[in-house]
């Protein structure tokens, strides 16, 4: 089975700290996902990679960065960590070009709290 | 921009069927269906491509109407074990690889 792996599963940080989540998945997919999730808004997109340096903003980038230098990891950065970004951090990944299977693999999630 | 939801939330006793909708603004390639269970991750229930096709497993269905940029998921004789929320994923272009979730339909199953 697929396994898409968040390096911490509650994070406390401060105002002003930089912070970093990690995701790494271990099945060779192009795609991976850096999703936010808060009550009554779903889940929205930050940032998406299709190759290893490349990354797309999603609908709510402002305040995150990326990077995935390599194609099994790929990392959220939160460059000055401001309170309303405490949330839940869901990453995932898939094999894009596999047409009988486009289908996502979620990590358990992140639950940061900035104070 | 999110695809939008409906209903927001729904209550059902156990053996009543359930219909939730997601649409869009765009014209659509593709749409994912996923339920998450509380404190746990989302996981995956199907996947509806550009041609109006119709899927479905056990009692749990979906339509795609790509005219209409719409899909229905549809859950026949609702299980206890059906309970959670349930988000869709539209793609707007095939190789845009973009995947946005909407807001969500939290169904509850009472005995």
């Known amino acids: 089975d697929v396994k898409v792996t968040q390096s911490s599963r509650y994070l406390v940080k401060r105002t002003g700290e930089k912070v970093f989540l990690e995701c790494v998945q271990d099945m060779d997919h192009e795609n991976m996902f850096w999703y936010r999730q808060d009550p009554g808004l779903g889940l929205r997109l930050i940032y998406f990679s299709y190759d290893v340096k490349m990354k797309e903003k999603g609908d709510i980038p402002e305040g995150y960065s990326v990077s995935r230098e390599k194609k099994e990891r790929f990392s959220l950065i939160l460059e000055s960590a401001s309170t309303n970004q405490t949330s839940m951090y869901l990453c995932?990944?898939?094999?894009?070009?596999?047409?009988?299977?486009?289908?996502?693999?979620f990590g358990s999630g992140t639950q940061l709290s900035v104070l | 921009q999110q695809p939008v939801q409906s209903p927001q939330a729904v209550i059902l006793r156990e053996g009543e069927d359930a219909v939730i909708n997601c649409s869009s603004s765009?014209?659509?390639?593709?749409v994912h269906w996923y339920r998450q269970k509380h404190g746990e991750a989302p996981v995956f229930l199907m996947i509806?491509?550009?041609?109006?096709e119709q899927k479905g497993h056990d009692k749990i269905s979906a339509s795609f109407n790509e005219k209409k940029q719409q899909s229905s998921l549809y859950l026949t004789a609702s299980q206890l074990s059906y309970s959670g929320t349930y988000f869709c994923?539209?793609?707007?272009?095939?190789?845009?690889?973009?995947?946005?979730f909407g807001t969500g339909t939290r169904l509850t199953i009472i005995p």
């Open positions: 994923g539209t793609e707007s272009v095939f190789g845009n690889e973009k995947l946005t």
């Open positions: 995932a990944s898939r094999d894009y070009w596999d047409s009988t299977n486009e289908k996502l693999f």
């Open positions: 509806l491509l550009k041609g109006g």
């Open positions: 765009k014209a659509l390639y593709s």
